[in-house]
């Protein structure tokens, strides 16, 4: 009952107008960038932390948490329309829903995904409304050492689980982790990793950074990827008669209800995220429908359940986000150094030291979610029409836009230097294959880890033993190792599933082009009697 009163509290923050408006022109920009191909919800938060110097916290909470739900929402429409996923979550979506649009029926592709989402992210939120106060509540009782557990657990398994290499995901966590100790230690007043640079002095800023990888890195990996022509995007039939019929319907309700409970557990944990989840959705979809035969022709099952699964993933993310101050995924490592720079440390004492902003928060997502599907249904022709802004314009002013926020980060043009030296680096880490979001992870864990372990010394009086004799630490390690264990096996099982995905795609065009050329050469032998 405390947990409902306090949710009551956080809408009547929320509905105030002002922050209304922040949480529409979230959904609003999240969905936008959803849809565009190449910007997701960590490059556009990223990009637009430098608004947190003049927004209050809970407003820019609220805008980026709307920015993280709408572009979740947003990537669908391109993966069905266009069959270019505009983040990577959206990937499994592409594999039905593109067909079901080439078929004609994109409509109801869409009202499946909207109408999926809007269902699974309010399930998901409900969940996140009883569990993270109970989990607040207990984690208070934690002891530096289990802090210091809890860090290596999200070290390793998002250095092993986000990206394709676990080899890699662990070298980019490093350099996160080095990227953390340059500057000032506050202990000894020591500067460490400056080179006698008096920019280095007060340390490199994780906005500059989160700026620098997921905006100008993945925009320039992006231009120089780009497809030359106009683009061919499915055409959508208008009306309400063209949209989900009763057999959809019947359909895509058990997938709905699926996706949420395989999406929002995959989320809290770091174990790969809206990625995963989707994949293990798509495949338990495939498993058990009775029409196993629709499935790489257009089964909106297909599309059904992995859009569930992505959304209440998203709300899953916001659970160790606001009870441990472990990020899961890029772009709530970007919302927790938002909280930082206002000099709120997420964690189990946020929800007694900021209440207003953790349930004002919750009750937005709740606000948000409903002003998605109504947005994503009625204006799909809307958010198309975005696509057909010129390439070249849009990253143009993504690069002037991130040059911008690192100037005012300091007032210096250096740290547009230090911008673009990243974002160069962000650029050769995308071309070969290493993911930018343990790197920035590891350089806004890698100081809290650091603490922690000071204050675990300090306390055993220098026993590196102290370090595992707890029974949370001991069991946090176990759990590592089933994480990991259980991670790499879904990662295994993933990778199967799109080789296997990729042949059948490959095999169905090969049958299309001998189609094709049969009909052809059948029509040139019946008209050429005629033309003698």
């Known amino acids: 009952m405390d947990s409902i009163d306090l949710l009551l509290n956080g809408f009547a923050t929320a509905l105030q107008p002002q922050y209304l408006l922040y949480a529409l022109l979230g959904v609003l920009v999240g969905t936008a960038v959803g849809v565009l191909p190449g910007i997701g919800p960590a490059m556009t938060v990223a990009l637009l932390l430098p608004l947190t110097y003049t927004l209050d916290p809970t407003a820019a909470m609220i805008a980026f948490a709307g920015i993280y739900y709408g572009g979740m929402y947003g990537g669908s429409t391109t993966s069905i329309l266009l069959n270019t996923p505009g983040e990577s979550a959206s990937i499994v979506t592409a594999l039905e829903g593109h067909k079901m649009a080439k078929l004609g029926r994109g409509a109801a592709a869409l009202a499946t995904a909207a109408i999926g989402s809007f269902i699974a992210g309010t399930l998901a939120t409900i969940a996140l409304t009883f569990v993270a106060p109970y989990l607040a509540d207990w984690a208070v009782s934690l002891r530096p050492n289990d802090y210091f557990a809890l860090m290596i657990v999200a070290f390793v398994t998002v250095g092993a689980l986000l990206g394709s290499s676990p080899l890699r995901g662990i070298i980019s966590l490093m350099g996160g982790l080095l990227l953390g100790l340059v500057g000032t230690d506050v202990t000894s007043g020591q500067q460490r990793f400056t080179f006698d640079a008096p920019v280095l002095a007060d340390g490199i800023s994780v906005v500059i950074v989160a700026v620098a990888l997921f905006a100008v890195g993945e925009t320039l990996y992006v231009a120089s990827r780009l497809r030359r022509g106009p683009i061919s995007v499915v055409p959508v039939t208008s009306g309400w008669r063209t949209w989900m019929s009763r057999d959809d319907w019947k359909r895509s309700w058990k997938p709905w209800l699926r996706g949420s409970a395989i999406g929002f557990p995959i989320g809290t944990v770091p174990a790969g995220g809206a990625d995963v989840a989707t994949f293990l959705s798509y495949a338990a979809e495939r ?140 650029f050769f880490m995308r071309r070969y294959g290493y993911p930018v979001a343990p790197l920035v992870i590891g350089m806004i864990l890698g100081p809290m880890a650091e603490e922690q372990l000071r204050k675990s010394l300090m306390i055993s009086q220098g026993d590196p033993t102290y370090l595992v004799t707890s029974p949370f630490a001991i069991g946090a390690y176990v759990f590592l190792a089933l994480v990991v264990i259980a991670g790499l096996w879904l990662r295994h099982r993933q990778s199967k599933l799109e080789q296997r995905l990729a042949a059948e795609d490959l095999a169905t065009r090969e049958r299309e082009a001998i189609s094709v050329e049969a009909h052809v050469a059948e029509g040139a032998r019946r008209s050429g009697p005629q033309e003698d």
């Open 287 to 426: 498993k058990l429908s009775k029409r196993k035969d629709q499935f790489g022709k257009g089964a909106i099952e297909g599309v059904a359940g992995p859009e569930a699964a992505n959304n209440a993933a998203a709300a899953g993310v916001l659970v160790p986000l606001l009870t441990l101050g472990l990020p899961t995924t890029a772009t709530a490592a970007i919302m927790i150094s938002a909280l930082q720079t206002y000099g709120i440390r997420p964690g189990p004492l946020l929800f007694d030291s900021q209440p207003a902003l953790v349930w004002a928060l919750i009750a937005s997502l709740y606000i948000g979610n409903l002003v998605l599907v109504v947005l994503n249904l009625p204006l799909v022709g809307m958010w198309v029409k975005l696509l057909q802004i010129p390439r070249h314009y849009l990253y143009a002013g993504i690069l002037v836009f991130a040059g911008f926020g690192a100037y005012a980060n300091k007032f210096n043009y250096r740290e547009v230097i230090i911008l673009l030296v990243l974002g160069v680096v962000g």
